[in-house]
């Protein structure tokens, strides 16, 4: 079901435990989770994070404690951390925790004597004999999951031997602009953004600047972010420096051009108001939730993407475009519409800013805030 606000029969605000991964580590689960306890503060609600250990260690005082996979007395430690709480909420990837398909999650939350919410970040089309195993003890245990598209929605339901009770979708949550966005000037921006490895299918884009360098306006092209910290740890900037040189064998270096700045949540919101459009050229084709989605979609900017099931999905409205992964022909035709015909521009950024109130991080946080009273009050009740 589309998660929707019920009458409050807890009366206080409930306080979390939040599993998850933190900055420094760079990575989207990070930033969720960061966005969510922040938001959940916001509201009132005390937060403290136990941060898988992926990297540096956070020094965040929201930070409670350290999940280090493969430790039974860690994992013993992190189900007690998270037990403190009225609520754990469970950041669930497969390569997140320790074990095969990150299966030590399991003995976390059977170590959980408290209500738990399970956010399934990925729920696979296809997935192994284990990756399903794995997927349907997490939702067995869970009290309640979260997916964040109809897509991941009706996969859970219908793929995987689950109660379709405790499924729920509640958006990914956005940064919504605080200021008026900037007349664009100068060369109109073609932009992707978000961490940079193999699989963000950027050479689509590069291939497509060949035809499109020559429209009135001279567009280029912003690959803006950095190389993912897994990515670079196992093969350096080879895929960063593999794109610098296609677009010098295609003669199109002049328009296309790389920023590996590390930027904040508001600069990079400042940064896709800046864009004529964003483009999210993923290779991926099974991928049900995307940040850098919701996030241009909540700046208002239109957005042409390949056809994974998020993009499908949030596009569908005509807040932007969605082309086949092999259609590169296609690609140029969209491309090349929102650069030259306003009208089509602005009706996708309009469709763009209708959706955004949907995707507000203080309505996202306060949907999490109501689904754990609601399971609070429904044990009170049995007890």
Same mark, same amino acid.
């Given at each position: 079901?589309?998660?929707?606000?019920?009458?409050?029969?807890?009366?206080?605000?409930?306080? &979390?435990?939040?599993?998850?991964?933190?900055?420094?580590?760079?990575?989207?689960?990070?930033?969720?989770?960061?966005?969510?306890?922040?938001?959940?503060?916001?509201?009132?609600?005390?937060?403290?994070?136990?941060?898988?250990?992926?990297?540096?260690?956070?020094?965040?005082?929201?930070?409670?404690?350290?999940?280090?996979?493969?430790?039974?007395?860690?994992?013993?430690?992190? %189900?007690?951390?998270?037990?403190?709480?009225?609520?754990?909420?469970?950041?669930?990837?497969?390569?997140?925790?320790?074990?095969?398909?990150?299966?030590?999650?399991?003995?976390?939350?059977?170590?959980?004597?408290?209500?738990?919410?399970?956010?399934?970040?990925?729920?696979?089309?296809?997935?192994?004999?284990?990756?399903?195993?794995?997927?349907?003890?997490?939702?067995?245990?869970?009290?309640?999951?979260?997916?964040?598209?109809?897509?991941?929605?009706?996969?859970?339901?219908?793929? &995987?031997?689950?109660?379709?009770?405790?499924?729920?979708?509640?958006?990914?949550?956005?940064?919504?602009?605080?200021?008026?966005?900037?007349?664009?000037?100068?060369?109109?921006?073609?932009?992707?953004?978000?961490?940079?490895?193999?699989?963000?299918?950027?050479?689509?884009?590069?291939?497509?600047?060949?035809?499109?360098?020559?429209?009135?306006?001279?567009?280029?092209?912003?690959?803006?972010?950095?190389?993912?910290?897994?990515?670079?740890?196992?093969?350096?900037?080879?895929?960063?420096?593999?794109?610098?040189?296609?677009?010098?064998?295609?003669?199109?270096?002049?328009?296309? %051009?790389?920023?590996?700045?590390?930027? %904040?949540?508001?600069?990079?919101?400042?940064?896709?108001?800046?864009?004529?459009?964003?483009?999210?050229?993923?290779?991926?084709?099974?991928?049900?939730?995307?940040?850098?989605?919701?996030?241009?979609?909540?700046?208002?900017?239109?957005?042409?993407?390949?056809? &994974?099931?998020?993009?499908?999905?949030?596009?569908?409205?005509?807040?932007?475009?969605?082309?086949?992964?092999?259609?590169?022909?296609?690609?140029?035709?969209?491309?090349?519409?929102?650069?030259?015909?306003?009208?089509?521009?602005?009706?996708?950024?309009?469709?763009?800013?209708?959706?955004?109130?949907?995707?507000?991080?203080?309505?996202?946080?306060?949907?999490?805030?109501?689904?754990?009273?609601?399971?609070?009050?429904?044990?009170?009740?049995?007890?």
């Amino acid at each position: 079901m589309q998660y929707s606000a019920s009458a409050k029969r807890f009366l206080r605000t409930p306080t &979390f435990g939040i599993l998850s991964t933190h900055p420094p580590t760079l990575c989207g689960l990070a930033t969720f989770s960061v966005a969510l306890a922040v938001n959940l503060g916001d509201l009132g609600a005390e937060v403290g994070v136990v941060q898988i250990e992926d990297g540096p260690p956070s020094q965040n005082d929201r930070v409670v404690g350290h999940l280090v996979n493969g430790s039974p007395a860690s994992i013993a430690a992190c %189900s007690a951390l998270l037990n403190r709480n009225d609520v754990a909420i469970i950041q669930h990837e497969y390569g997140l925790y320790g074990g095969t398909d990150g299966d030590e999650v399991v003995e976390i939350m059977r170590g959980l004597t408290v209500p738990a919410i399970v956010v399934a970040h990925t729920v696979l089309k296809d997935p192994t004999p284990h990756q399903r195993s794995v997927l349907e003890d997490v939702v067995r245990l869970a009290d309640q999951v979260v997916v964040m598209s109809d897509t991941a929605r009706e996969r859970l339901r219908s793929g &995987f031997a689950v109660d379709p009770a405790k499924v729920v979708t509640i958006p990914h949550g956005a940064a919504l602009p605080t200021t008026p966005a900037l007349k664009r000037s100068g060369r109109p921006t073609l932009l992707t953004w978000g961490l940079i490895g193999p699989g963000k299918g950027i050479e689509r884009v590069i291939e497509a600047m060949v035809s499109l360098k020559q429209l009135p306006g001279r567009p280029q092209y912003l690959i803006a972010g950095q190389t993912h910290p897994k990515v670079l740890a196992s093969q350096g900037e080879a895929y960063r420096e593999g794109l610098v040189e296609q677009a010098e064998r295609l003669g199109v270096s002049d328009c296309v %051009s790389f920023d590996a700045r590390y930027r %904040s949540p508001k600069s990079v919101t400042a940064l896709i108001q800046t864009a004529a459009a964003v483009v999210l050229p993923y290779d991926s084709k099974d991928q049900v939730t995307s940040g850098v989605l919701v996030d241009s979609l909540a700046s208002g900017r239109p957005v042409v993407a390949t056809a &994974f099931p998020h993009a499908t999905e949030l596009l569908s409205g005509g807040a932007g475009s969605v082309v086949g992964h092999d259609d590169a022909a296609g690609l140029v035709n969209v491309l090349n519409k929102l650069l030259t015909d306003p009208r089509v521009a602005g009706t996708m950024a309009n469709e763009a800013r209708q959706l955004a109130p949907t995707m507000a991080w203080p309505v996202v946080a306060a949907a999490y805030v109501d689904v754990a009273q609601r399971l609070l009050s429904a044990r009170a009740a049995v007890a």
